[in-house]
């Protein structure tokens, strides 16, 4: 009862201790891959905007396990990302169909166009 | 590969590994490595590793974890009923793509011959 009250204020505690984890995954990873894996998870805390805990934890996952993968692998880290790390990085982030706050504004712009639509009698 | 190619291929490659994936199942590296022997040398292997991470989510394919000898166990995936439909679809778009391209290159070029006929007369 205490969690669950508690959990309405902070989140899912097992969403923060599975993202915990993941983190702690990333930092355990060898050089270079962990300065390039975690130069991923940083920018997708600016670009991501992803809002929900699911989603983010099934994102953080992923993403230990492309770079845990490779490691493994000895793959270079080029020959992961390819020429641009951003594209890279965005095309990742966008696999997660999750509520984004752009959202938001995205709907607000559609309704808007319907609006204007009906207003001139289509 | 050039940037045309590699904005081209960005609209295509769901198709191309959704297409691989319904001859076997395979994991990432896998279709990357073939990819690669088909002449898409470029291709980096993140990027069809997204590309699955995107394909899973939508429930276009199944995944099952096989381990490996090192590192993580690697994930496979197999093409899955709603996959196979969205082929479907993807096929059937790019017939009528590559059929309107085509006689737009036709019309094209024999407007060219056109053009160059009138200038010898």
Redesign the interface.
């Known amino acids: 009862m205490a969690a669950k009250w508690i959990e309405a204020l902070t989140g899912s505690l097992e969403q923060k201790k599975q993202y915990k984890g993941f983190r702690a995954r990333l930092d355990a990873l060898p050089e270079p891959y962990r300065e390039v894996a975690n130069a991923m998870h940083r920018y997708f805390m600016y670009y991501g905007g992803v809002t929900d805990g699911d989603t983010l934890v099934t994102m953080m996952g992923d993403l230990v396990e492309l770079w845990e993968r490779a490691a493994a692998d000895g793959t270079p880290v080029r020959d992961i990302v390819g020429s641009d790390p951003v594209d890279f990085a965005e095309t990742f982030a966008l696999a997660y169909g999750g509520t984004q706050w752009i959202d938001k504004e995205r709907s607000r712009l559609t309704k808007a166009v319907d609006d204007a639509e009906r207003s001139q009698g289509s | 590969m050039g940037k045309q190619e590699t904005e081209m291929l960005k609209g295509i490659l769901e198709g191309v590994v959704l297409g691989v994936l319904s001859t076997r199942a395979a994991y990432?590296?896998e279709i990357t490595a073939w990819l690669r022997d088909q002449g898409f040398s470029?291709?980096?292997?993140?990027?069809v590793?997204?590309?699955l991470?995107?394909v899973e989510?939508?429930g276009l394919v199944d995944v099952e974890k096989v381990p490996?000898e090192?590192?993580?166990p690697?994930?496979v995936y197999t093409l899955n009923a709603q996959g196979h439909e969205y082929l479907t679809e993807f096929w059937r778009t790019w017939s009528f793509l590559t059929d309107r391209l085509e006689k737009l290159r036709t019309a094209q070029t024999d407007a060219a011959e056109d053009g160059v006929e009138e200038g010898e007369k």
């Open positions: 990432g590296y470029d291709i980096a292997e993140g990027t590793y997204a590309l991470v995107r989510q939508r490996s090192k590192g993580p690697r994930k």
